[in-house]
């Protein structure tokens, strides 16, 4: 893979480099800056080198239609504000306001195009449809620096197909989660362990079946525990429940004991009345959750303390952990205790500990930890799955 150490001289030349800005945001405000962080390092080493920085990324799901909310205007002001220098903007992509933006530029300046996916072509099936869009991106520069490890796992205009048409190198954001992630795949040190959450098995599938037999325990929680509690016979009430996965979780749970690996579900869940910050709760035991006084209305929103105990333990106990998905509704202050105590754990232990991005990086930041106590905070939480996964990844490969 060519880095940035491979660059020939770009003083004065137009780099377009594809970051993960990907934000969340409430309103105009970003909730959790950690892509834009991440992001800085490699324009600063593009600015340091005296190129003309051109910056693509998608924001949301517009689907190719112009939508406000998802505009890339806030993010980037607050680039600005990091890089503590003027960030230009343009107010579309391949449009009149990008080209003239493009051609003031100059040495060492930087600009931030309008939301690649305002435009159809970014996202189109059809590989003639992102061709022609990535080529109307490619009259803007002389090479692309990909930096969007976010969504590398995205066969897109600006992700795949631009890069096929320019010079390009992995930027220095890409280096360092493939090195990190590597140290997930290549000889961990043991006791390795995973803990999975989030709200839905399906998206799951793929990184249990293959890290089954490449770790000593996993760790369920969050709302796709309830399947596997399900799977064991147990009633989950009203949480969140995919019954055509129940059968999956069978067989994980059988694959898991036949491999000699621990899965490690909570036995305590803390049920409340409704999804909502001020409903009722009660803490039940994990095969009596119908018994709370919310009967089988009642939803499990968090692993239970006794849990969030056990699972801490199994955390610190580690060398290797890789942590994806929240253990409940962390937004949610009575329903934080799960995603907390194992964010604590994580951040205590004493070898490799690997936040996936997306809401566990969100929640680890909202519940107020230093990204410094972890090794490593990844900025993708669908990307960083598929890499443990051992999938191929189109904006990697497009690199080699
Ligand atoms: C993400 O947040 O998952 C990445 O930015 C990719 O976005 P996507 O899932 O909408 O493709
Ligand atoms: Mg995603």
Same mark, same amino acid.
């Given at each position: 893979?060519?880095?940035?150490?491979?660059?020939?001289?770009?003083?004065?030349?137009?780099?377009?480099?594809?970051?993960?800005?990907?934000?969340?945001?409430?309103?105009?405000?970003?909730?959790?800056?950690?892509?834009?962080?991440?992001?800085?390092?490699?324009?600063?080493?593009?600015?340091?080198?005296?190129?003309?920085?051109?910056?693509?990324? %998608?924001?949301?799901?517009?689907?190719?239609?112009?939508?406000?909310?998802?505009?890339?205007?806030?993010?980037?002001?607050?680039?600005?504000?990091?890089?503590?220098?003027?960030?230009?903007?343009?107010?579309?992509?391949?449009?009149?306001?990008?080209?003239?933006?493009?051609?003031?530029?100059?040495?060492?300046?930087?600009?931030?195009?309008?939301?690649?996916?305002?435009?159809?072509?970014?996202?189109?099936?059809?590989?003639?449809?992102?061709?022609?869009?990535?080529?109307?991106?490619?009259?803007?520069?002389?090479?692309?620096?990909?930096?969007?490890f976010g969504v590398v796992h995205r066969k897109q205009a600006s992700v795949y197909d631009l890069e096929h048409l320019l010079p390009s190198f992995a930027g220095l954001l890409i280096e360092r989660e493939l090195h990190v992630l590597q140290g997930l795949t290549t000889n961990p040190e043991r006791p390795y362990s995973v803990v999975?959450?989030?709200?839905?098995?399906?998206?799951?599938?793929?990184?249990?079946? %293959?890290?089954?037999?490449?770790?000593?325990?996993?760790?369920?929680?969050?709302?796709?525990?309830?399947?596997?509690?399900?799977?064991?016979?147990?009633?989950?009430?009203?949480?969140?429940?995919?019954?055509?996965?129940i059968d999956t979780c069978k067989g994980y749970l059988a694959k898991a004991e036949e491999l000699g690996v621990k899965v490690v579900l909570p036995t305590d869940i803390v049920v409340a009345a409704k999804f909502s910050a001020d409903a009722a709760f009660a803490v039940t035991a994990a095969d009596a959750i119908e018994s709370s006084?919310?009967?089988?209305?009642?939803?499990?929103?968090?692993?239970?303390?006794?849990?969030?105990?056990?699972?801490?333990?199994?955390?610190?106990?580690?060398?290797?952990?890789?942590?994806?998905?929240?253990?409940?509704?962390?937004?949610?202050?009575?329903?934080?205790?799960?995603?907390?105590?194992?964010?604590?754990?994580?951040?205590?232990?004493?070898?490799?500990?690997?936040?996936?991005?997306?809401?566990?990086?969100?929640?680890?930041?909202?519940?107020?930890?230093?990204?410094? %106590?972890?090794? %490593?905070?990844?900025?993708?939480?669908?990307?960083?799955?598929?890499?443990?996964?051992?999938?191929?990844?189109?904006?990697?490969?497009?690199?080699?």
């Amino acid at each position: 893979m060519h880095t940035l150490k491979d660059l020939p001289d770009i003083s004065g030349k137009r780099v377009i480099l594809r970051c993960d800005l990907n934000v969340p945001l409430d309103g105009s405000k970003i909730t959790d800056d950690g892509r834009i962080v991440a992001s800085v390092p490699t324009i600063q080493a593009l600015v340091s080198k005296g190129a003309k920085v051109i910056i693509v990324s %998608h924001l949301g799901r517009p689907d190719g239609a112009v939508v406000a909310k998802y505009s890339l205007e806030p993010v980037a002001k607050r680039l600005g504000e990091l890089l503590n220098v003027d960030v230009a903007f343009a107010t579309d992509t391949v449009g009149e306001s990008a080209a003239s933006s493009v051609a003031n530029l100059n040495a060492g300046q930087v600009l931030v195009l309008e939301n690649l996916r305002f435009n159809p072509g970014e996202t189109a099936k059809s590989d003639d449809e992102r061709l022609a869009f990535a080529k109307s991106l490619a009259e803007f520069g002389d090479l692309v620096v990909s930096d969007g490890f976010g969504v590398v796992h995205r066969k897109q205009a600006s992700v795949y197909d631009l890069e096929h048409l320019l010079p390009s190198f992995a930027g220095l954001l890409i280096e360092r989660e493939l090195h990190v992630l590597q140290g997930l795949t290549t000889n961990p040190e043991r006791p390795y362990s995973v803990v999975l959450g989030g709200s839905k098995v399906s998206d799951k599938l793929g990184v249990i079946d %293959h890290l089954l037999p490449r770790v000593d325990s996993i760790l369920i929680g969050g709302g796709m525990v309830f399947t596997f509690l399900a799977a064991l016979g147990y009633k989950v009430g009203a949480s969140l429940l995919e019954i055509d996965q129940i059968d999956t979780c069978k067989g994980y749970l059988a694959k898991a004991e036949e491999l000699g690996v621990k899965v490690v579900l909570p036995t305590d869940i803390v049920v409340a009345a409704k999804f909502s910050a001020d409903a009722a709760f009660a803490v039940t035991a994990a095969d009596a959750i119908e018994s709370s006084p919310f009967g089988a209305s009642g939803l499990g929103l968090d692993i239970g303390p006794v849990s969030a105990k056990a699972f801490a333990e199994v955390i610190s106990a580690s060398k290797t952990v890789f942590w994806n998905g929240p253990m409940g509704v962390f937004e949610f202050e009575n329903f934080a205790n799960g995603t907390r105590v194992v964010a604590e754990a994580l951040s205590q232990v004493d070898g490799l500990s690997v936040v996936g991005g997306g809401d566990s990086a969100a929640a680890v930041r909202a519940l107020g930890f230093p990204d410094e %106590h972890f090794s %490593h905070i990844s900025t993708g939480g669908g990307a960083s799955l598929e890499f443990l996964e051992g999938k191929a990844m189109p904006g990697l490969e497009v690199l080699q």
